[in-house]
């Protein structure tokens, strides 16, 4: 395994990179293990490696993909996408009910424009 395009983003407070996988005799590798890999490699906490993007080349044996290690936990759950925070764990998504979510679909069927938002908003 290896990394290339490496990159210090001190804005987001995170190193980016490119990711090489060389797994011959497996299909591919999972991202938890990645994520352990990557983790002991740059000698910081697995909860703050984010892996994603990975892409097998054609006929296997190599993966491509992306990697962000944050500086802090913190700044990991200010600046990630809600949805890799869910994949991780560090974040649950509240669902309405099936029931909720269709009364507040017909409720702004019948308003326009910015009304709809500000209905859908206040009547949650």
Do not use: W
């Not at 352990?36 to 993007?53: I, N, P, S, T």
């Amino acid at each position: 395994m290896g990394t290339r395009k490496f990159l210090t983003n001190r804005l987001l407070a995170r190193k980016q990179m490119v990711v090489d996988i060389i797994h011959p005799a497996r299909a591919n590798i999972s991202k938890d293990e990645l994520r352990e890999k990557l983790a002991k490699m740059y000698k910081v906490d697995k909860e703050v490696v984010f892996c994603f993007g990975f892409r097998t080349a054609f006929g296997g044996g190599k993966s491509t993909g992306f990697a962000l290690i944050y500086d802090n936990l913190e700044s990991a759950k200010k600046f990630e996408p809600k949805y890799r925070l869910v994949r991780h764990g560090l974040m649950e998504i509240k669902k309405a009910s099936r029931k909720q979510r269709k009364e507040r679909k017909n409720r702004s069927k019948k308003l326009r424009g910015t009304k709809k938002a500000k209905a859908a908003v206040a009547k949650k």
